[in-house]
Nanobody, 123 residues
């Protein structure tokens, strides 16, 4: 079964950090672009960052530049989203998804989605 599972979400104070994990089963995620998306209440889902098969990272949300980054551990078949200096506006459900070979944040080009993990930034 082709599957992505996110973990690592939770409640964190402003200025804090979290690391989200996205583990794949049924396929090797190193062959694909893996993207992180988020959806806040009442808002559309937006692309945050994606990492290509070569390890190149592309960001699509200006507000996370310098604060969020991605990495991948092919041996664990897992990608990570490291989130630092978190702000209340980062509160959302975060999803990882499998995309094509080239970097893109077009949602329709992602074919496998995780169930999401809630991130809440609040004091």
């Amino acid at each position: 079964q082709l599957q992505l599972v996110e973990s690592g979400g939770g409640l964190v104070q402003p200025g804090g950090s979290l690391r989200l994990s996205c583990s794949a089963s049924g396929f090797f995620l190193g062959y694909y672009t893996i993207g992180w998306f988020r959806q806040a209440p009442g808002k559309e889902r937006e692309g945050v960052l994606c990492i290509g098969p070569s390890g190149g990272i592309t960001g699509y949300v200006d507000s996370v530049k310098g604060r969020f980054t991605m990495s991948r551990d092919n041996a664990k078949n897992t990608v990570y989203l490291q989130m630092n200096s978190l702000k209340p506006e980062d509160t959302a459900v975060y999803y990882c998804a499998r995309g094509p070979l080239r970097a893109t944040m077009t949602l329709s080009e992602y074919d496998i989605w995780g169930q999401g993990t809630q991130v809440t930034v609040s004091s």
